[in-house]
């Protein structure tokens, strides 16, 4: 510790630390020396990347694989609408570079991978999971419970949030105590709904930048052990505790995963395979013309209510949201002609299988669902 | 009566409520009733076999069932039982 000295610059710079008792000299010194590998820069990782780099983590590393988009603005906050289209980890490298110059940043544009993840995570004292998919949290835990590093947590859906430090190197539990398997992709409901209100990630975010802050400076008590919860829409923190446990295949007394595995397949996550054969598919360019002629089929939306509201094809027949599909089904007509659509063809997708085994012939799912009908056929449908 | 907190997630099952209040002696029994009153809410907490499914955690105040009697835990008056399933954020289809 005693090999990293802070220049006048950072004294200056860091002022308000080092006039904590708490923090001082010797906490911001640890501080500096500190490094710290975040596993995503999107919502969860902009706070993160920002808090971090302005508190003087020394090293920072980002990972991701994404572009900015402007639909990532919203709660995204280290990018900006001067780099939409720019690769993630350069935005976000570009504005702490301006926020402070000097903290040294690492950026790694790349998808984390059973292959990749021990070499990037090696380097790094902390790892802070702000990923957005089962396969990479439950990779991100076990690599890191391999490499006896804390992993910082944080997870967001809609209006609530998760956050907890696992660190089972110092008695902790792991991901994989707390949810031993992920549920099925069918069943997750933030793939039927998802949505995010956009400063909860800030909170999050902000929650897990505290927690690496006080590991790095060694002061506090941190959050392992228990899980904090967050609900934006009713004001309310909360607190459970989190055990390890014993029979745990990753962290546990007898681990029986010792290498990083296939996640997707983990997560029953199978390739892209199109299970519907082009006889119950049709494009938007194809539906347009059909709209256009007497051969007009009936059009089912298959979205929820509130995304209706947004933006819809003209000429909808009928909306039944696909949960709601299998108990409305007597509502719809076997014999007409049919086509389902979705936001993206997926809901949609489903839609249809689930018709066709009920007997409906006649149906066919809109590829690429509004998205695409927004580019191929009218750009006046927002999309969304 | 104890109270069963629903988390965002899973409201869209229960008519929007965030929480329940209902009368059980177990935790087994709450969650049966809760899944009476709502039950497409069934599937997102029991697998086909009728058990709890291993990524949603139920509590009792703050401690996991799991380390207490699971769902023979008993439950008296006043008691907030949490349902607490695993969340990966932004996938959107």
């Given at each position: 510790?005693?090999?990293?000295?802070?220049?006048?610059?950072?004294?200056?710079?860091?002022?308000?630390?080092?006039?904590?008792?708490?923090v001082g000299m010797a906490g911001?010194?640890?501080?500096?020396?500190?490094?710290?590998?975040?596993?995503?820069?999107?919502?969860?990782?902009?706070?993160?990347?920002?808090?971090?780099?302005?508190?003087?983590?020394?090293?920072?590393?980002?990972?991701?694989?994404?572009?900015?988009?402007?639909s990532n603005l919203q709660r995204?906050?280290?990018?900006?609408?001067?780099?939409?289209?720019?690769?993630?980890?350069?935005?976000?490298?570009?504005?702490?570079?301006?926020?402070?110059?000097?903290?040294?940043?690492?950026?790694?544009?790349?998808?984390?991978?059973?292959?990749?993840?021990?070499?990037?995570?090696?380097?790094?004292?902390?790892?802070?999971?702000?990923?957005?998919?089962?396969?990479?949290?439950?990779?991100?835990?076990?690599?890191?419970?391999?490499?006896?590093?804390?992993?910082?947590?944080?997870?967001?859906?809609?209006?609530?949030?998760?956050?907890?430090?696992?660190?089972?190197?110092?008695?902790?539990?792991?991901?994989?105590?707390?949810?031993?398997?992920?549920?099925?992709?069918?069943?997750?409901?933030?793939?039927?709904?998802?949505?995010?209100?956009?400063?909860?990630?800030?909170?999050?975010?902000?929650?897990?930048?505290?927690?690496?802050?006080?590991?790095?400076?060694?002061?506090?008590?941190?959050?392992?052990?228990?899980?904090?919860?967050?609900?934006?829409?009713?004001?309310?923190?909360?607190?459970?505790?989190?055990?390890?446990?014993?029979?745990?295949?990753?962290?546990?007394?007898?681990?029986?995963?010792?290498?990083?595995?296939?996640?997707?397949?983990?997560?029953?996550?199978?390739?892209?395979?199109?299970?519907?054969?082009?006889?119950?598919?049709?494009?938007?360019?194809?539906?347009?013309?059909?709209?256009?002629?007497?051969?007009?089929?009936?059009?089912?939306?298959?979205?929820?209510?509130?995304?209706?509201?947004?933006?819809?094809?003209?000429?909808?027949?009928?909306?039944?949201?696909?949960?709601?599909?299998?108990?409305?089904?007597?509502?719809?007509?076997?014999?007409?002609?049919?086509?389902?659509?979705?936001?993206?063809?997926?809901?949609?997708?489903?839609?249809?299988?689930?018709?066709?085994?009920?007997?409906?012939?006649?149906?066919?799912?809109?590829?690429?669902?509004?998205?695409?009908?927004?580019?191929?056929?009218?750009?006046?449908?927002?999309?969304? | 009566?104890?109270?069963?907190?629903?988390?965002?997630?899973?409201?869209?099952?229960?008519?929007?409520?965030?929480?329940?209040?209902?009368?059980?002696d177990t935790v087994g029994a709450?969650?049966?009733?809760?899944?009476?009153?709502?039950?497409?809410?069934?599937?997102?907490?029991?697998?086909?076999?009728?058990?709890?499914?291993?990524?949603?955690?139920?509590?009792?105040?703050?401690?996991?069932?799991?380390?207490?009697?699971?769902?023979?835990?008993?439950?008296?008056?006043?008691?907030?039982?949490?349902?607490?399933?695993?969340?990966?954020?932004?996938?959107?289809?």
């Open positions: 510790m005693s090999d990293v000295t802070l220049s006048n610059e950072e004294i200056a710079r860091y002022s308000r630390h080092l006039i904590m008792p708490e911001q010194r640890k501080i500096k020396q500190g490094s710290v590998l975040l596993v995503g820069t999107g919502g969860l990782g902009s706070p993160l990347a920002l808090y971090l780099a302005a508190a003087g983590v020394g090293h920072i590393g980002l990972v991701d694989f994404d572009v900015v988009d402007s995204q906050i280290v990018h900006g609408t001067s780099t939409v289209g720019v690769a993630k980890t350069e935005s976000a490298k570009r504005r702490l570079a301006d926020l402070n110059p000097l903290v040294e940043v690492t950026t790694y544009e790349t998808q984390i991978t059973s292959a990749n993840a021990l070499d990037l995570m090696r380097p790094y004292d902390i790892i802070i999971d702000g990923t957005d998919n089962f396969p990479t949290r439950y990779l991100t835990n076990d690599a890191a419970v391999m490499l006896g590093k804390p992993n910082i947590y944080g997870s967001i859906f809609r209006f609530e949030g998760q956050a907890t430090v696992f660190y089972p190197k110092q008695g902790g539990p792991c991901y994989r105590c707390l949810y031993p398997e992920p549920p099925p992709p069918g069943l997750v409901p933030s793939c039927a709904e998802g949505g995010v209100l956009g400063v909860l990630p800030g909170v999050i975010g902000t929650i897990q930048a505290t927690e690496a802050i006080k590991l790095l400076a060694g002061i506090g008590t941190s959050l392992v052990g228990r899980l904090m919860l967050y609900d934006a829409l009713e004001m309310r923190f909360r607190e459970l505790k989190l055990r390890r446990n014993p029979t745990c295949p990753v962290c546990g007394e007898h681990p029986t995963v010792t290498e990083l595995i296939d996640y997707d397949q983990f997560c029953g996550i199978v390739p892209e395979v199109n299970t519907l054969s082009n006889q119950y598919e049709i494009t938007p360019g194809e539906l347009a013309e059909l709209l256009r002629s007497d051969a007009r089929p009936f059009l089912l939306d298959v979205r929820n209510p509130y995304e209706i509201a947004i933006a819809s094809i003209p000429g909808t027949d009928k909306v039944i949201a696909v949960d709601q599909l299998p108990e409305r089904i007597s509502e719809l007509d076997s014999s007409v002609e049919m086509v389902v659509y979705c936001r993206s063809g997926m809901r949609s997708g489903r839609a249809v299988e689930l018709l066709r085994s009920a007997g409906f012939h006649k149906v066919k799912n809109l590829v690429g669902g509004i998205l695409r009908w927004s580019d191929d056929v009218d750009p006046s449908v927002a999309k969304y | 009566m104890a109270t069963i907190t629903i988390p965002t997630a899973l409201r869209q099952y229960a008519d929007g409520s965030a929480s329940v209040a209902l009368e059980a709450l969650l049966r009733g809760l899944v009476e009153q709502h039950p497409t809410l069934g599937k997102h907490l029991f697998s086909e076999q009728g058990k709890l499914r291993s990524f949603v955690n139920i509590y009792v105040g703050d401690e996991d069932i799991r380390y207490l009697e699971g769902e023979e835990t008993p439950v008296a008056g006043g008691d907030v039982v949490s349902i607490i399933p695993a969340i990966a954020g932004g996938m959107y289809v």
